[in-house]
């Protein structure tokens, strides 16, 4: 089945502990994105990847990394988390001809 | 940067009832994308959109894409408990192939 995968979908963590939240795609998709959503904000792109080894900076990177080391893998770092990170986090890819599909999505917390 | 409008914001409806939202901007698009999320759930696409003045139909959901590509609406006739969710647009910017949302309309359905 086609899909997006992220782990996990629920995390509490607390203020500065380093954690990453990985996403996987079986679809061959060159494009892929993170995006958090926030109550009364949307949905924001953090960053994005054209392609293996390339990627930029969306409209909310600010304490973020990522890193496309291999088409199918894009996992988002959270260095020195912040309770203002705490969101709801999608990732999602994207095919030439068709619309995103988005993970499941994670819910983390930053107490 | 590019931006579309997205209206109303909430929608509560009988079931039975028919529901429409709109999307809108102040440049041209070159398309634009229907989303769907579930409570708790994460965006699913529904349909793209790519021609002026085109109209297409997934069942009870009727899309149209303004002959100026500057707007678009999404129509449910007859709405179910199903329907339940937020509708959002978004436009893929051509140039980093970024997906921009607008802000969804949340639809509750009473049966």
């Known amino acids: 089945e086609a899909q997006v995968t992220q782990n996990p979908r629920y995390l509490i963590t607390v203020t500065g502990k380093k954690l990453t939240v990985t996403c996987s795609q079986n679809?061959?998709?060159?494009?892929m994105s993170w995006y958090r959503q926030d109550p009364g904000l949307g949905l924001r792109q953090i960053y994005y990847s054209m392609n293996v080894e390339v990627t930029d900076k969306g409209d909310v990177p600010e304490g973020y990394k990522v890193s496309r080391k291999e088409k199918r893998n894009f996992p988002l770092i959270l260095e020195s988390p912040s309770p203002n990170q705490t969101s709801l986090y999608f990732c999602a890819s994207k095919s030439a001809s068709y619309g995103y599909t988005f993970g499941s999505g994670t819910r983390l917390t930053v107490v | 940067g590019q931006q579309v409008m997205q209206i109303p914001q909430y929608q509560h409806v009988q079931e039975g009832e028919d529901f429409t939202t709109y999307c809108n901007s102040s440049?041209?698009?070159?398309?634009i994308q229907w989303y769907k999320q579930r409570p708790g759930g994460h965006p699913v696409f529904l349909i793209q959109?790519?021609?002026?003045?085109e109209v297409k139909k997934q069942k009870r959901l009727t899309f149209q894409f303004g002959e100026a590509k500057k707007n678009s609406s999404l129509h449910i006739t007859a709405t179910q408990t199903t329907d339940v969710g937020t509708y959002f647009c978004a436009v893929i910017a051509s140039n980093t192939g970024k997906l921009i949302f607008g802000q969804g309309t949340t639809l509750q359905v009473k049966p």
């Open positions: 959109l790519v021609k002026s003045g």
């Open positions: 440049t041209t698009l070159s398309n």
């Open positions: 679809m061959n998709h060159e494009y």
